[in-house]
């Protein structure tokens, strides 16, 4: 690289991987890809909810983020990180229960991570799956095991961190912590439910996933899932 190195680290100069860059639009975009993939997938989590709850779960998610949308897209708000404090907002008054705070908790925390900044960056998507664990622990009392939406969370966070650690990239730590995501979900299976509605059952919660966890990943799949469709894989030989 030569006389030019000193050059590629200022921003905003050299085409960089890392100069993708995504504005409020692209977060709109984002949560309209959630209530999508929630929506297809609205049944089926009634389904698990009814098997060990009230069988809500799949109303309250796809509305929660139809109503994200709704707010997000009249919101005058062109900063992606006061945007998404905009869709915590909306989440609560849409959704009640146990869902609507914790999942506000997660778009706040998510909020934080974004700042006041014009734009965000690849790492900032990958990022989020860490921040929406941490807002969601912050706000609720389920540990690891406890049979909810944090045993598809945490390890999908902890896949995050670890594969960031390692150098890989944004697309490939949404990749490993959708794989997290997807084991956590079926390790719910063999847990009893320890918090919420279906703690009532005691073990005849056992063989059930949790629908909790399993909008969780949903969550955590739409995430890889719109990243790739911005950056596609990295092509051989990219500086940066
Ligand atoms: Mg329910």
């Known amino acids: 690289m030569g006389a030019l190195g000193h050059l590629a680290s200022g921003p905003g100069f050299w085409p960089t991987a890392s100069m993708t860059e995504f504005s409020a639009h692209h977060l709109v975009d984002l949560f309209r ?27 309250s998610m796809a509305e929660g983020f139809a109503a994200v949308v709704r707010a997000t897209l009249a919101a005058p708000q062109d900063l992606p990180g006061p945007l998404m404090a905009v869709a915590a907002r909306s989440f609560l008054s849409a959704v009640g229960a146990t869902t609507g705070p914790l999942y506000a908790s997660a778009l706040q925390a998510g909020s934080r991570r974004l ?44 896949a995050v961190a670890e594969a ?10 949404l990749r490993q912590a959708e794989r997290a995501a ?36 949903i969550l955590i799949s739409a995430l890889r899932e719109w990243l790739e469709a911005q950056v596609g894989d990295p092509p051989m030989g990219r500086i940066g």
């Open 33 to 59: 890809l959630f209530a999508l993939r929630l929506a297809e997938a609205r049944i089926d989590l009634g389904a698990l909810d009814g098997a060990i709850g009230d069988a809500d779960h799949g109303n």
């Open 115 to 158: 700042g006041e900044r014009a734009s965000f960056g690849p790492e900032d998507v990958a990022a989020l799956v860490g921040a929406f664990a941490d807002g969601i622990a912050h706000r609720g009392n389920a540990r690891p095991g406890d049979k909810t939406m944090m045993d598809v969370w945490f390890p999908a966070a902890r």
């Open 164 to 173: 960031a650690r390692s150098g890989a990239s944004p697309l490939e730590q």
């Open 182 to 217: 997807a084991e956590g979900r079926e390790a719910t299976r063999a847990m009893i439910a320890a918090v919420g509605r279906a703690a009532r059952l005691g073990p005849r919660s056992l063989g059930h996933v949790d629908p909790g966890a399993a909008s969780a990943a």
